[in-house]
Nanobody, 124 residues
Framework: QVQLVESGGGLVQAGGSLRLSCAASGRTFSSYVMGWFRQAPGTEREFVAAISGGYGTTYYTDSVKGRFTISRDNAKNTMYLQMNSLRPEDTADYYC?????????????????WGQGTQVTVSS
């Protein structure tokens, strides 16, 4: 069982930055692919980024490439999402998720554990 807790959301102006964190319980954090997803009101939850457990290979959806950076610290059981050059369309609840194994995925149903979400609001 893995418990995930996100933090770092808030209100920021367009062009600003935020850093989200996801703290995980358990002793096998490095065994999980970790992902960030987001969900705006009235829309489906969508993939943002993922990072593998071993080599830390990263994957991004096209709309955040060059602006967001996903990273992890396995010693601290924590994953991060550095978000720069934020846009109003980035406004959403952001969720971290864990997928057991080494194969990454952008599909929500491939992830085994989810956090409760943290809200990000970008004003224009």
């Amino acid at each position: 069982q893995v418990q995930l807790v996100e933090s770092g959301g808030g209100l920021v102006q367009a062009g600003g930055s935020l850093r989200l964190s996801c703290a995980a319980s358990g002793r096998t954090f490095s065994s999980y692919v970790m992902g960030w997803f987001r969900q705006a009101p009235g829309t489906e939850r969508e993939f943002v980024a993922a990072i593998s457990g071993g080599y830390g290979t990263t994957y991004y959806t096209d709309s955040v490439k060059g602006r967001f950076t996903i990273s992890r610290d396995n010693a601290k059981n924590t994953m991060y999402l550095q978000m720069n050059s934020l846009r109003p369309e980035d406004t959403a609840d952001y969720y971290c998720a864990a997928r057991l194994g080494s194969i990454w995925s952008r599909r929500t149903y491939d992830y085994n554990y989810w956090g409760q979400g943290t809200q990000v609001t970008v004003s224009s």
